[in-house]
């Protein structure tokens, strides 16, 4: 089993719609939740952690997080055709190992 | 400067060369990362050096060494590659061993 799991899409939305990206993970200890921004060709870049259970809004992005089901989740708000992306899931588990998803790729349709 | 650069940006190598990546952070941090990023695979962790010392290493082939002479500057030294070895690779640090971390622009590496 892999210790996060995101599906690789390809997601196509429609401007101006909610993208709804997911992941989960295997360690149930894990305590710490990281969303990151890759545009093809450039390094990932970090959107949002999350460390307790619910919300957590920035912007245009909402970091989901429910321990109990293990999965993370981030929504992005009136999505625009620069949001097109490959997102990654990260997971830092309980031995303080940090792991990343393969990412979903993101495509915004003007 | 302001927060991890790399350098070289792209990097071509036969299998006999010999050659390294250097990756400079600008942020105070007190670990430093190496990451592997081959298509359609997750990252894959290479090295963690904290506060210097080296505390994890994936089972990374010997053909590549690590070498962080301070909290500032990471390197990776690279010898007898193979063409599977071809990715992008990635720095990054963060404040300590378990807090957020920050990238480099990577160095694009192609083993012929």
């Known amino acids: 089993q892999k210790e996060v799991e995101q599906n690789s899409g390809p997601l196509s939305v429609p401007e101006g719609a909610i993208a709804s990206l997911n992941c989960t993970y295997s360690?149930?200890?894990?305590?710490?939740f990281f969303w990151y921004r890759q545009y093809s060709g450039k390094s990932p870049e970090l959107i949002m952690f999350?460390?307790?259970?619910g919300d957590k809004e920035d912007g245009r992005f909402t970091a989901q997080l429910n321990k109990a089901s293990q999965y993370v989740s981030l929504l992005i708000r009136d999505s625009q055709p620069s949001d097109s992306a490959t997102y990654l899931c990260?997971?830092?588990?309980?031995?303080?190992?940090?792991?990343f998803g393969t990412g979903t790729s993101l495509t915004v349709i003007p | 400067e302001t927060g991890v650069t790399q350098t070289p940006r792209h990097l071509v190598m036969g299998m006999t060369n010999k050659k390294s990546l250097k990756c400079e952070q600008h942020?105070?941090?007190?670990?430093m990362y190496w990451y592997k990023q081959s298509a359609k695979k997750p990252l894959e962790l290479m090295f963690v050096?904290?506060?210097?010392?080296?505390?994890e290493n994936n089972s990374v082939p010997s053909r590549f060494s690590p070498e962080c002479p301070n909290s500032s500057h990471l390197f990776l030294h690279l010898h007898t590659l193979q063409p599977e070895d071809s990715a992008l690779y990635l720095c990054?640090?963060?404040?300590?061993?378990?807090?957020?971390?920050?990238f480099g622009p990577g160095t694009r590496l192609t083993v012929l």
């Open positions: 942020l105070g941090h007190n670990a």
């Open positions: 360690d149930r200890g894990s305590q710490s």
């Open positions: 990260a997971v830092m588990n309980t031995g303080n190992q940090f792991y």
């Open positions: 050096y904290s506060l210097e010392e080296r505390v």
């Open positions: 999350i460390y307790s259970n």
């Open positions: 990054a640090s963060s404040e300590s061993g378990t807090d957020t971390q920050y």
